[in-house]
T-cell receptor, first 115, second 109 residues
Framework: GAGVSQSPSNKVTEKGKDVELRCDPI?????LYWYRQSLGQGLEFLIY????????KSGLPSDRFSAERTGGSVSTLTIQRTQQEDSAVYLC?????????????FGEGSRLTVL | RKEVEQDPGPFNVPEGATVAFNCTYS??????FFWYRQDCRKEPKLLMS???SGNEDGRFTAQLNRASQYISLLIRDSKLSDSATYLC??????????FGKGTTLSVSS
């Protein structure tokens, strides 16, 4: 498909385990974002990649969270030693270019449940 | 103070009603403004950008007041299909978009 693809769509893990969430942005989109959304809450910014610039990591809640974007395309969000409060839907979005940075195209999200 | 604040609602209105949502932002350096729509258990989607002069898209009108750091969305002639959560979004140039928590609208027949 032509949209943003995220995997897995659902992940249930035990407290203390590591998880990796994957995002395939729309081809050619230079900007990539990770947000998370807890039940009934708004979108919480996590990290932002723009082209080859250093990522904006200011939203990562702790050093257990990290993300990388390889080759300017696919991104992986890693959560180490998961905690119950990490349970949320993790949303990835991509954007065509700087001039249209308000137009984000979101994936359907990865729902993480930490038991 | 949160960067983007919205009245969470819910706003419950009958079909055909006019409803307005408000949003305030704290960072005076914010440059771009948007309204997104999020249906239940779905991903957010861009509804419309908000321009300084105000802009209209069919039944939807968005306005920006930079002096008061205030954004509004007006929906006229509400439809059942307008039921959703409306997210106010702001950003400074070159940074990530910051989302408000959203205002929930429920339109009933």
């Amino acid at each position: 498909g032509a949209g943003v693809s995220q995997s897995p769509s659902n992940k249930v893990t035990e407290k203390g385990k590591d998880v990796e969430l994957r995002c395939d942005p729309i081809s050619g989109h230079t900007a990539l974002y990770w947000y998370r959304q807890s039940l009934g809450q708004g979108l919480e910014f996590l990290i932002y990649f723009q082209g080859n610039s250093a990522p904006d990591k200011s939203g990562l809640p702790s050093d257990r969270f990290s993300a990388e974007r390889t080759g300017g395309s696919v991104s992986t969000l890693t959560i180490q030693r998961t905690q119950q409060e990490d349970s949320a839907v993790y949303l990835c979005a991509s954007s065509p270019d700087r001039r249209r940075t308000g137009e984000l195209f979101f994936g359907e999200g990865s729902r993480l449940t930490v038991l | 103070r949160k960067e983007v604040e919205q009245d969470p609602g819910p706003f419950n209105v009958p079909e055909g009603a006019t409803v307005a949502f408000n949003c305030t932002y704290s960072n005076s350096a914010s440059q771009s403004f948007f309204w997104y729509r999020q249906d239940c258990r779905k991903e957010p989607k861009l509804l419309m950008s908000v321009y300084s002069s105000g802009n209209e898209d069919g039944r939807f009108t968005a306005q920006l007041n930079r002096a008061s750091q205030y954004i509004s969305l007006l929906i006229r002639d509400s439809k059942l299909s307008d039921s959703a959560t409306y997210l106010c979004v702001v950003n400074q140039a070159g940074t990530a978009l910051i989302f408000g928590k959203g205002t929930t609208l429920s339109v009933s027949s």
